[in-house]
């Protein structure tokens, strides 16, 4: 090659290169100022919404006072024409003999203001000489007359087997006050009704698992499903636990089992509940559940939903319980590695990103434990909403079955899918598998998670980063890593403000995708990720309406997916469930206040190692990695079964979020978020009527 071309040679290179770093410094150019106009719209968002709860506020006082005012008009009112009605008395001529008679039929130690009580027909006897004044009620009749009526009309459905304390916190304001004047003087002026409620009683629970992920084979149209054959390589594990309800090792009635399309099979015991008189009230229910017994139970290769079910504790104390269903799979049209919660039945329920592309199976499971049939509505959404009547089916299940439903029959070409479940009789448990391959191998299977209702605060910690996400979607080609994805639905018409957070190693990270954005309501909206550093993030995500919010992420091979949803703030009583399947560690976040968190490990036999303690740094990470965990199980060679947290301490408000990864040596991984394992008290509203 002569010295001329290569020159030019070298020159058209050095020309590409200049192109490159121009385009280069536009795009930074251009991300900058995107930067400085999401900053700009964050303070201008931020100081509009400061104005709008100032308007609120001041709203809200005026109202208040106009209340005062008519309030204190009215008790002026009442005062008046009871001092009317005492003048009228006192001006009234001496009673007639037959006036005495009807008189002396009122006890004596009935004053005049108790005398209210007495039936109209008593104050027009025979022989009276006319009609008599009746007297003011004062506030003690008025009292008397809500107690009565409150007495009755406590009869809500809802709590027609109830048991327990009623609340009735400021139902009667000044209830120490008495109407003891004497006749003729002002009386109290009436109390107004206040909030009530009654403690719900513990009705015991059920946590129903996700079925062996599989290919359908056949599925009818009332939701008869047949699996494929699976591949060898699979391996399933069902494993829960339960704790006693009290220091002295009571525990509740209960039992795990199978459900399938015909019914419930393979009923086991776990354990009974002991005579009541064995129970000491005096004992504090309210003991941390690292401090009691735990039963650990567990099973291998359950290919049917399975379900731990426990009584209502004898002492009407919580019940305190989790199961969980694992997956693993080397090889096959459905490989990959699953950790899914088993859940309570609800009668409604949302999940985001089923897999429905080109060699995608994605399966919704029902499962009903009651005795009544359930009628479950499935509906679908897609990046244009609603998808109507093409993306909606209509499910009876009968009680104590499951059915089946294909979610690829919903779903549009290449869309990103949203599937509401909402039920209608009897409430039902919901679990979405999805799965995908490429040919006979598989790419990844998940349990999605189901998220209950929307919120506005979105805190997901532990999200795996993957290498070789581009930057930018120019810089993107068929060998490069798909970038994490940001779900979000926002129910309704009215569309939402988003701010997103990123943080990692080194505190909140700068990343190209926009901080603040907008979404539209109704539909589904998929948001790259793009400029995160490759290893663990911890996503926060708020929304100015309540919205649905996920993050799906993959490996950087592309051989297997999980999704993060967000996380409840821990507390005394949280934890989970171990998976035995790979390796697991918890990742933890601290929003907004350093501190630090206490921990237990409980191993297979139920007990419980020495007391762990993890500090907390402010907007911060922690981690409790799998080697933290072996060492804080309990030093009899048992495998580590489940975590228990404590109340986390904090030098000022805050709260930590927990998220639950597990990774085989392939690399594949699933995420689980970290809940409240005691069950909380519940309350229930009741309107009283007078």
């Not at 694992?326 to 949302?350: D, I, K, N, S």
């Not at 943080?503 to 909140?508: A, I, R, S």
Request: overall charge negative; hydrophobic content about 35%; proline content about 7%.
């Amino acid at each position: 090659m002569s010295a001329k071309k290569v020159r030019v040679k070298k020159l058209i290179k050095e020309q590409r290169q200049a192109r490159r770093r121009a385009i280069r410094d536009q795009e930074r150019a251009a991300t900058r100022k995107a930067k400085r106009d999401a900053a700009s719209a964050r303070t201008e968002l931020k100081t509009e919404e400061q104005r709008l709860r100032a308007e609120r506020q001041a709203e809200r006082q005026q109202q208040k006072s106009e209340q005062r005012q008519r309030k204190t008009e009215q008790r002026q009112r009442q005062d008046q024409e009871r001092q009317r009605r005492a003048e009228q008395q006192r001006n009234t001529p001496a009673a007639s003999p037959e006036n005495t008679a009807t008189s002396a039929a009122v006890p004596a130690s009935v004053t005049t203001s108790d005398a209210a009580t007495i039936p109209a027909a008593a104050e027009a006897a025979p022989g009276a000489a006319g009609p008599q004044p009746r007297p003011a009620r004062t506030r003690r009749d008025r009292r008397g007359a809500k107690s009565r009526a409150a007495a009755v009309a406590v009869t809500a459905g809802v709590l027609a087997t109830m048991v327990g304390s009623v609340a009735l916190d400021g139902l009667m304001d000044g209830h120490s006050q008495t109407a003891t004047g004497a006749p003729g003087e002002p009386q109290p002026a009436s109390a107004a009704l206040g909030a009530a409620s009654v403690t719900a009683p513990q009705a015991g629970a059920t946590f129903i698992c996700p079925p062996l992920p599989g290919q359908p084979d056949s599925l009818t149209t009332d939701g008869q499903l047949e699996y494929r054959d699976r591949d060898s390589s699979a391996d399933s594990r069902f494993s829960a636990v339960l704790f006693a309800t009290d220091l002295n090792g009571s525990f509740p009635d209960s039992s795990w089992a199978q459900l399938n399309q015909e019914g419930r099979i393979n009923e086991t015991p776990v354990t009974e509940a002991p005579a009541a008189e064995s129970i000491d009230p005096a004992e504090s229910a309210d003991a941390g559940l690292s401090q009691r017994e735990a039963v650990h139970e567990s099973a291998l290769d359950v290919a049917r939903p399975p379900l731990l079910e426990a009584s209502a504790p004898p002492d009407g104390g919580a019940l305190a319980a989790a199961a969980l269903y694992e997956y693993e799979a080397q090889e096959g049209p459905v490989a990959g590695l699953a950790v899914g919660q088993c859940t309570a039945p609800e009668r409604g329920q949302w999940f985001l990103g089923p897999e429905v592309a080109a060699g995608s199976t994605s399966l919704l499971t029902l499962a009903n434990p009651f005795d009544r049939s359930a009628t479950v509505e499935v509906t679908s959404v897609d990046s244009d909403g609603d998808r109507g009547a093409s993306g909606t089916r209509s499910v009876v299940v009968p009680g104590q079955t499951t059915r089946s439903v294909n979610i690829a029959g919903l779903a549009s070409a290449g869309s990103d899918l949203g599937v509401q479940v909402r039920s209608a009789g009897a409430p039902v448990t919901a679990q979405l598998q999805s799965s995908r391959a490429a040919g006979l191998t598989g790419t990844g299977v998940e349990f999605l998670p189901r998220l209950i209702a929307p919120g506005t605060e979105h805190l997901m910690p532990g999200v795996p980063i993957p290498e070789g996400v581009p930057d930018s979607a120019e810089q993107a080609d068929e060998e490069s890593t798909t970038p994490p994805e940001l779900w979000i639905h926002v129910p309704g018409d009215q569309g939402a403000t988003v701010e997103l957070q990123v943080f990692g190693e080194d505190g909140q990270q700068v990343i190209e995708t926009p901080g603040v954005f907008t979404v539209n309501g109704g539909e589904i909206d998929a948001v790259n990720l793009r400029g995160l550093e490759p290893g663990v993030s911890d996503i926060r995500v708020r929304t100015d309406v309540p919205a649905y919010v996920a993050v799906r992420s993959e490996t950087e091979t592309g051989s297997d997916f999980s999704w993060a949803a967000p996380a409840a703030a821990l507390g005394e009583g949280s934890g989970t469930p171990l998976p035995q399947l790979g390796e697991t560690e918890l990742h933890l976040f601290a929003s907004t206040a350093s501190g630090s968190i206490a921990y237990r490990v409980m191993d297979t036999e139920g007990e419980f190692g020495p007391e762990q303690s993890i500090e907390l740094q402010a907007e911060g990470a922690s981690l409790i990695s799998a080697e933290d965990l072996a060492a804080a199980a309990p030093e009899d060679g048992q495998e580590a079964a489940a975590i228990v947290f404590e109340d986390p301490q904090f030098d000022g408000e805050g709260s930590v979020h927990a998220t639950m990864a597990s990774t085989t040596e392939e690399g594949r991984f699933s995420l689980t978020s970290v809940s409240q394992l005691r069950g909380a008290q519940e309350h229930v509203p009741v309107r009283l009527l007078r």
